[in-house]
């Protein structure tokens, strides 16, 4: 199929939903070369169905397979463990999600009772039938998220708000119970208190969180799972990049893609990761760190690995950018990538869009010297400076700023997020304290 977006128009996304079948141009097209406006209508398959499938991720549903179920906070169970982990050094030996904390949370969840009171309880294998749809069908969903020390000894969250919503929108979508956040969040506090000499207490380190939801029916068939088990595990890590920044060599994908509309690319399912593994280890093997995942026959930049991208330029007009995909379904809505274009539009700096845009105007704009440059952000990176593009057979050199590894922009935003995660600056109220 070939998009009808051609690169000079910058839509913005639609928010919330509206009267329209289909959202964006792109999508009409879709349907209407495949006749399949007319079959949705003789098969009495509704507008509103079609919206839901089909609308940005973040924006307001358009029906609920469940109803945002309570958690019983104050019924909240603790069985700390009686054998305690030797803790790793907090060191640059760290792995990243190699050690898990004492302690993890869990609740289980019944279409004919709602959720059983939450629980902490020591790390332990998970007990789930051979015939759970997390197993066969992919009814699994996550989130990740960190917990910072700063210099005054207070472990904070950042916008616990944002994962809990994402989520829910990715639980909403595979037929999981939805639940509340703020419960939600309560129980991911007391776990993180319970773990709390986990979070290391150097600049770079911090605890990684994990929750997840699985299907956990005991029937085989293809149907929405009527039992789920909610959980929370925690790990410490250490920085990224252990060295300070490195900047990276990504491939352009041209044959395989991530994401289409109306599939699962705006929420973070694991079925949107392991088709990305077999692209993952070419492209390593090529010599390059991660995929830039392109779609569409324009090749569209949409994603690089896990992470969403950045493109900082000038636009053919002399105009100073800063661009990333539209969240159109297709891009996941990542928290970092949301904090950044706040930073962004509350400096002032530059115009700050978010809008379609293709790999042959990033060629063309490094080709002409205006592009400024390229990053990825996302949880666990925070700001991922590239420094190559392979796209075509051919090598697409970024700057990297007068030190070669990471350029002005992508240094204030970093510098910025991490002032916040650590509680060195206040803004807005994204640093949440667990107590």
């Known amino acids: 199929y070939s998009s009808p977006l051609r690169p000079q128009e910058r839509r913005q996304p639609r928010p919330g939903p509206g009267p329209h079948l289909l959202r964006a141009p792109h999508m009409a097209m879709f349907f209407h070369r495949r ?8 098969t009495g398959v509704t507008a509103a169905f079609v919206n839901a499938m089909l609308r940005p991720a973040g924006a307001s549903a358009a029906f609920s397979s469940s109803v945002a179920s309570s958690i019983d906070v104050a019924s909240l169970q603790l069985t700390r463990t009686e054998t305690p982990k030797t803790k790793p050094p907090f060191d640059h030996t760290l ?30 294998p998970l007990s789930i039938l051979p015939t759970a749809p997390a197993l066969h069908y992919g009814v699994q969903c996550f989130e990740g998220m960190k917990a910072y020390r700063g210099k005054d000894g207070t472990v904070r969250l950042f916008r616990p708000d944002k994962n809990m919503a994402r989520w829910n929108r990715s639980c909403e979508r595979l037929a999981l119970p939805t639940f509340d956040s703020d419960a939600m969040i309560a129980c991911l506090k007391k776990l993180v208190e319970v773990d709390q000499d986990w979070v290391p207490d150097k600049e770079g380190f911090s605890l990684y969180l994990r929750p997840t939801a699985l299907g956990t029916d005991n029937v085989l068939s293809v149907h929405p799972s009527e039992s789920a088990l909610f959980f929370i595990i925690t790990c410490p890590v250490g920085p990224y990049f252990k060295n300070g920044f490195a900047p990276v060599k990504i491939l352009a994908e041209t044959s395989f893609k991530r994401a289409w509309p109306g599939g699962m690319g705006g929420h973070k399912v694991g079925g949107n990761y392991a088709p990305g593994m077999l692209p993952q280890r070419l492209a390593q093997e090529a010599g390059y760190a991660q995929v830039l995942w392109l779609f569409g026959d324009e090749d569209i930049v949409t994603e690089v690995g896990s992470m969403n991208l950045f493109t900082h330029w000038i ?52 080709a002409e010297g205006r592009l400024l440059e390229v990053f990825g952000a996302g949880t666990a990176a925070v700001i991922s400076p590239v420094e190559l593009i392979g796209y075509k057979g051919e090598d697409i050199k970024v700057p990297c700023g007068a030190d070669g590894k990471v350029g002005p922009l992508a240094a204030k935003i970093h510098k910025t997020l991490t002032d916040i995660h650590y509680g060195r600056t206040e803004f807005r109220g994204w640093s949440v304290p667990i107590n």
């Open 315 to 366: 636009t053919p007009e002399g105009k100073e950018q800063l661009i990333t995909a539209p969240l159109d379904g297709t891009i996941l809505p990542g928290v970092t990538r949301d904090s950044i274009l706040e930073l962004a539009r509350e400096w002032g700096d530059c115009e700050v869009v978010e809008g379609t845009y293709t790999m042959p105007e990033v060629a063309k704009a490094a």
């Open 35 to 42: 006749g399949l406006a007319a079959t949705l209508a003789r």
């Open 95 to 124: 792995p990243f999600g190699g050690v898990t904390s004492d302690h993890m949370m869990e609740v289980d969840w019944a279409i004919s009772s709602g959720f059983t009171a939450p629980r902490i309880v020591p790390v332990h």
